[in-house]
């Protein structure tokens, strides 16, 4: 087990970073609300912008073009209200626990106008070298990254 | 509380619908394997082929002509394994529970070629009118809709 | 035939919208950049900016509303260059021409940071009262709408 | 240039490869109908149906996994009808012109039921290895290819 250091580990939880998003026109659905779908783009978004948030507006690209990328291995998703097009919507996105074979993001995700819940994501993603499709511990790269 | 007819029940949660999906160039990411976001569209199609399945082939077109969505209120996805272009998936579908306010499903998602487990997922839905966006008791809908 | 006050049609004709967008991981394919699918989501915000440009910020959530949609009737992009995930592209966006029965839109998309062309598009598109599929005299609609 | 044997050119362009696609749940807007975007999946369905049709079951894999993929340098789409969810569509498939640098498809897509034409595409395609991402002469691609 990889032992992180304890200040940079509380660092890291305190962190919680917010995302403007608008609803796109080709977002909504039949129903005229956002499609379920497309809460996977938002909060996809909230992650790239915590991760470049806590080291550089260029982290997670960076990330990629050095070949480590950040699947997902597991994801709840509570759906609370609908929001529509236009509406601008708030992405809260902290992390709920590191692991060394994976880390626990929080994304939080509300409409701006009336502070309305519509989402409450768990995302479980690991750390990986694209070319050799090898896992990196969670820990260490964070320990590095930042 | 409704009371659904026992044989009924038993019924619905004996039927698994299996379908088959061969995954477009258009899935894959930047990884090459299937992006996370589209087994969401995998399972959908699931969805819609059970409930086709224990009704009629154009069961679900139907009841959005009239009127009844089904939209997602929770989902619980746990990734696997990953699948390539071109890949032959199966969907396996099948009932967990009906309750009087929503209806839960399991899909199994599964590479046909050897049978490996792509992904699990619990998927709880609700019936609700599209105009008022009034929600329906659900074991009332299916105790009509079979 | 309706007659457009030429003043108007001048002054439309004048208008340029520049709209910043940044590429999403999601929008990349396996070739590590953006599918080209996806530069029909960049010029439909484009679309949606410029109309909200001309009236009010939400002139085109208004005319949903209202049921006034605006379907495309014809399409014709030319790739001239790629983008990579977190490039910023900007779509600039102008009318081409107004026509009693369509308006064609011209977008050229850029990437901000070397001011690279990476797609020609000319857009056709319709204007169509949602509930009776009934097209509206294009002229007229913006006669009213500025 | 290229000299490509006449008699395989000559094949080549009579060839019309048909493929059936079902609209998804998904793939409907808030009208309704197909989203205009989604006829970009149902076409490069009917591309990869053409290609592997003249070769092999798995060639548009097999090329990708060979490092050779066919970049969309043009897209032409005329937008006649709509349809919507559940509808049989069919993507009619033949080779415009094969010239040295490019190769343009037609696509023209019909709803199953009632023949109606849908959409009308041409698409204009190069040839390209992935990991230098130099162009490949495409006369000389189709003329090993097939």
Known sequence: MIKMEVGLLKELLNVEDSLEIVVRFNDINTMGTVHF???LDYFEDG???FMNNIQDPLAVKNALKSGIVFPVKKLDIEYESSA???DH???????KSIEDDSISFLHDIYRESDNVLLAKVVCVRLVMEVDSKKLVNVKQFFSEFV
Chains 1, 2, 3, 4 share one sequence.
Do not use: L, Q
Request: charged share 30%; hydrophobic share 50%.
């Open 84 to 86: 529509e097009f236009g």
């Open 89 to 95: 919507i708030i992405v809260k996105t902290r992390i």
């Open 47 to 49: 992650f790239v912008s």
């Open 37 to 39: 779908k497309e809460f």
